[in-house]
């Protein structure tokens, strides 16, 4: 059975249902980023309360804390982390392709320095699969070889090659059947090679596929000519994933281009940094232009930040060191990406998403 099923389009926007062990997921969708199966400052109490439906943790990183005999003990990671929804698990390839964990990649898997002890370690296709399948979650990241922005075309052209070899390999090793595999197409910024590597991932039975690689600090007009380079190659009838995207203007660009999922930190990470999201764009709180300002981050949000507190009040506590400051915004910043997928969803129904998007005005 499809996984994935295909709702009303506008034009190329759409919206579905994801189906997972752990229920259906409305598309397009956002996910925060717990990689230790945390959201930095939210609870999952929290979460439950804004209406999140998935996150996404780093599989590797649990494998060596707690450790999968930790999880499974537990009962799997699902039960472990106390969340009865969504839960993506990724490789864990990004991360350790970091310079200071990286040593080297090649057809075998990624070596590196496990962050934790120092200890070199190697994770393969194959490796990658029976953590995740152990781990029980939802959906399971193939892992993939991603270049760093600014590769050779030598260099694309190697990782898209070995992204398709390890997909195959992850297929053959994936075992849980209960969970869902994704697979991860590359190609950098190059046109040809992104529209190869799509197409190449499509080719395979994965039950979603994710745009990988884009969103990495290239500039943002990268993301919006490369995504429908990829969606163009892909089944419409498999969910589209892209990777690492979190800002409004983003999510409401790619949703336009047929993307139907996403995942960031972003919203969090700027949260503990003073900066808001709101419907006239970004502000930052921790600026002293706020010092005197008692109208809410939001007039229009109705999460308890933006119905109880001021900008004002906000903005002292990020003078004054008060944790909450950081509580609040990354409270508020996912309530805020949370509401605009629902309107999103909403306007794609109803045939206005278009109409939405022009009326947009972010600063
Ligand atoms: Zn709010």
């Known amino acids: 059975m499809n ?10 926007a ?7 062990a752990h229920g259906k997921i409305k598309t397009p969708f956002f996910m925060p980023v717990a990689t230790k199966g945390s959201v930095k400052l939210v609870s999952m109490e929290e979460l439950r309360s804004i209406g999140i439906e998935a996150f996404i943790s780093n599989s590797y990183v649990f494998s060596l804390r707690p450790g999968l005999d930790v999880v499974k003990k537990a009962g799997g990671l699902h039960k472990f982390v106390g969340w009865d929804r969504g839960i993506f698990t990724d490789s864990g390839g990004f991360q350790v392709i970091r310079p200071e964990f990286f040593q080297k990649i090649d057809d075998r898997g990624v070596t590196f320095r496990n962050p934790f002890d120092q200890a070199l370690d190697v994770l393969t296709p194959e490796k990658a699969m029976v953590i995740q399948n152990r781990l029980k979650s939802d959906v399971a990241m193939c892992l993939d070889d991603m270049p760093l922005p600014g590769s050779s075309i030598a260099r694309l052209t190697e990782s898209m090659h070995r992204t398709f070899e390890w997909g195959k390999r992850c297929l053959d090793a994936h075992e849980n059947k209960r969970q869902l595999l994704f697979g991860i197409a590359q190609g950098g910024t190059n046109a040809k090679l992104r529209k190869k590597s799509a197409e190449l991932m499509n080719s395979l039975p994965f039950d979603g596929l994710a745009l990988g ?3 990495i600090g290239e500039p943002s007009h990268w993301v919006e000519k490369m995504v429908p380079i990829d969606t163009k190659e892909m089944d419409p009838e498999k969910m589209r994933y892209l990777m690492g995207v979190g800002t409004p203007e983003q999510l409401v660009m790619a ?7 996403f995942d960031s930190a972003f919203p969090t990470q700027t949260g503990r940094h003073g900066l808001a999201f709101t419907r006239k ?4 709180l921790a600026n002293r232009s706020h010092r005197f300002d008692l109208s809410p981050i939001d007039s229009e949000c109705a999460c308890f ?5 001021s900008r004002a009040y906000v903005h002292h506590l990020f003078r004054t060191g008060e944790e909450n400051g950081m509580k609040y915004l990354s409270f508020h910043n996912l ?3 949370q509401h605009l997928m629902t309107r999103i969803r909403e306007e794609i129904e109803s045939g206005s998403f278009s109409r939405f998007r022009q009326r947009l005005k972010w600063k």
């Open 3 to 12: 996984a994935f099923s295909l709702g009303v389009s506008d034009k190329d």
């Open 14 to 20: 759409r919206v579905g249902t994801l189906t997972t």
């Open 213 to 215: 690689g884009l969103a």
């Open 255 to 261: 949703v336009s281009l047929g993307v139907d999922c």
């Open 281 to 284: 764009g970004r502000i930052n």
């Open 305 to 309: 930040v933006c119905e109880s507190h």
């Open 335 to 337: 309530f805020f990406i």
